[in-house]
């Protein structure tokens, strides 16, 4: 299987569905009749409200952002890329496979049992795959290790690519991440105090 699936030049992007375009460009089209009901308010009733008009900007800002963005996922011989390209430019996150400590699929919860310093959402709002989270450990601010995350949509193919580079890690129970993590930051606490 593994001759079928080249692991260190698969490229994967994102993709377009029209059900979650149709969804986003309303959401767009009622964020844009409340920025123009601000306007006459403010230029015709004499009523300005700058908060009001500077937070519906913002939230069609957000929306137009998540609507153009796109994302593509690299597997190199070291690393996952993962790209986006938006209206503020292109960010590139680089993640070592040694580092990451699970993939899973994304729940939606109150509070995590595990502390994440830092999430990224790498996920475009007009694509209808599952949303997945890359779980992993990066040496953060003055050396300390901080575990982060990624909300991603890889598709089928990157799922089974990464799962053939790391077994055991892509494609298992939340639970299971959990496990690894609190026993792993267990040895380094006792690491530590010896």
């Known amino acids: 299987m593994e001759d079928s699936i080249n692991l260190d030049k698969l490229v994967v992007q994102s993709e377009i569905s029209k059900k979650h375009t149709i969804i986003m460009s309303i959401s767009v089209a009622i964020s844009v009749i409340f920025v123009i009901f601000s306007l006459y308010k403010w230029f015709v009733l004499g009523l300005f409200q700058p908060l009001e008009l500077m937070a519906e900007a913002l939230v069609l800002f957000v929306l137009i952002e998540r609507m153009s963005a796109q994302y593509t996922y690299a597997m190199d011989e070291q690393v996952l890329r993962l790209t986006k390209r938006g209206l503020l430019g292109i960010v590139i996150h680089e993640v070592p496979y040694h580092d990451i400590f699970g993939i899973y699929r994304y729940k939606p919860q109150l509070l995590g049992i595990i502390k994440f310093r830092r ?76």
């Open 119 to 194: 999430t990224y959402r790498f996920n475009s709002a007009l694509d209808e795959q599952d949303v997945w989270t890359l779980a992993y450990t990066v040496s953060g601010f003055r050396g300390k290790i901080e575990n982060r995350r990624f909300y991603f949509k890889p598709g089928a193919e990157l799922l089974v690519a990464l799962q053939i580079k790391l077994p055991d890690k892509v494609m298992i129970p939340e639970e299971q991440v959990i496990k690894a993590v609190l026993s792993k930051e267990k040895e380094e606490q006792l690491f530590v105090e010896k």
